[in-house]
């Protein structure tokens, strides 16, 4: 019997590392094809770009993997089912439901990875990959960055700007910290509730003014309203050096949301995003669930019609994935279920799926 396993184990992970790979090359084929222009524009180095999609890598594989486990589960279970295995298995008493554990055990375990390296690996990568993008091909000025959800600038020689969340559709920054410096020590230090833009320039609210000399705090003062000349950073700089949900773990993206939220903040897309990070990579297990006994069936056709099978199922899951984003985004759903619809639609059908092919 554990020989069987292996066997079945070792089938499946063959085809998983098939899968992984034939749908990575895909990804990062198209991605070039839609992006080279930018790259060849913006005179970007050759190997610039071959670092940058070094650093797509990890995260195109987190983002395929329920379409690798479900390639590799049809595969799998089509193949033991065209070579007659599954049907002498069942023969020697073996259920399917043996093979079916073992998938799901495997695609536990990738699910599981998928999540870790979406944890550890692919926000790092995903801030240097988009620091290439920001800087190398949009060109913006690397004195102005992004981490966490916060945003940090030099403005002319002497300032600095910290916002801690900016809103395109309004223009208006929350959580500001403005300090100037002179010969070395901070001369001036400006916090702000709000920071809007108006007639060209940004105007701080809510503002309150230290003034420092040698000795230390020499004055302090209230004001309703401070205008700030931009020195050429305008609304749209600020969006495009925005940081991206893809580059935020869990726990950063929480304390982001955590952070809008007590700024008076919309976090209805964000929340969406953090549920993401979580139902991602349980597809892995759900998928296989759905898979494995559609591929138990003997259908004419073999390797082809399996494989235009996968990709039939693939584009109606992720058809219900980006239509619960959607409907997440613009609230028409809470963010937990417009994140896990997809999850539960399919887990549902395929335990359906499963009794009716066991009975």
């Known amino acids: 019997?554990?020989?069987?396993?292996?066997?079945?184990?070792?089938?499946?992970?063959?085809?998983?590392?098939?899968?992984?790979?034939?749908?990575?090359?895909?990804?990062?084929?198209?991605?070039?094809?839609?992006?080279l222009d930018k790259f060849?524009?913006?005179?970007?180095?050759?190997?610039?770009?071959?670092?940058?999609?070094?650093?797509?890598?990890?995260?195109?594989?987190?983002?395929?993997?329920?379409?690798?486990?479900?390639?590799?589960?049809?595969?799998?279970?089509?193949?033991?089912?065209?070579?007659?295995?599954?049907?002498?298995?069942?023969?020697?008493?073996?259920?399917?439901?043996?093979?079916?554990?073992?998938?799901?055990l495997v695609a536990s375990a990738v699910a599981a990875g998928g999540f870790y390296i979406g944890e550890t690996i692919v926000p790092e990568f995903n801030r240097e990959r988009m620091d290439i993008y920001r800087y190398d091909v949009r060109k913006l000025p690397r004195e102005t960055r992004s981490k966490h959800g916060k945003l940090y600038m030099q403005l002319g020689m002497n300032r600095q700007l910290q916002i801690d969340r900016y809103s395109p559709a309004t223009r208006e920054a929350y959580g500001i910290q403005l300090v100037e410096v002179q010969a070395g020590r901070i001369s001036r230090r400006t916090d702000a509730e709000r920071m809007v833009w108006r007639d060209a320039a940004w105007h701080l609210q809510g503002a309150v003014e230290r003034k420092f000399d040698e000795s230390g705090l020499i004055s302090w003062e209230r004001d309703s309203d401070i205008s700030?000349?931009?020195d050429?950073?305008?609304?749209?700089?600020?969006?495009?050096?925005?940081?991206?949900?893809?580059?935020?773990?869990?726990?950063?993206?929480?304390e982001f949301v955590k952070r809008l939220s007590s700024s008076g903040g919309n976090t209805i897309r964000w929340q969406v995003d953090l549920f993401f990070k979580v139902?991602?990579?349980?597809?892995?297990?759900i998928i296989v669930l759905f898979g494995a006994p559609i591929a138990s069936v003997r259908r004419r056709g073999g390797t082809a019609l399996g494989f235009g099978l996968a990709l039939f199922i693939c584009f109606i899951y992720f058809g219900f994935i980006q239509i619960g984003r959607v409907l997440g985004y613009n609230g028409t759903l809470p963010p937990i279920i417009s994140a896990w619809a997809g999850n539960f639609f399919f887990g549902i059908l395929g335990l359906g799926i499963l009794f009716r092919s066991t009975r």
């Open 1 to 35: 019997m554990r020989i069987l396993d292996r066997y079945v184990v070792f089938k499946y992970l063959q085809m998983l590392l098939w899968s992984i790979t034939a749908a990575t090359i895909v990804f990062l084929v198209l991605d070039v094809e839609n992006y």
């Open 232 to 254: 050429g950073l305008r609304p749209d700089e600020l969006e495009k050096v925005q940081t991206k949900p893809e580059e935020m773990n869990w726990v950063e993206l929480k």
């Open 40 to 104: 060849i524009d913006s005179r970007v180095p050759l190997t610039t770009v071959i670092c940058y999609y070094y650093l797509y890598v990890p995260y195109v594989v987190y983002l395929i993997l329920p379409v690798a486990t479900l390639l590799a589960t049809l595969f799998t279970i089509g193949g033991l089912t065209i070579t007659n295995e599954l049907s002498a298995m069942q023969i020697s008493g073996i259920p399917f439901i043996r093979p079916l554990i073992l998938l799901l």
């Open 228 to 230: 700030v000349s931009g």
């Open 279 to 285: 139902s991602l990579p349980v597809a892995a297990i």
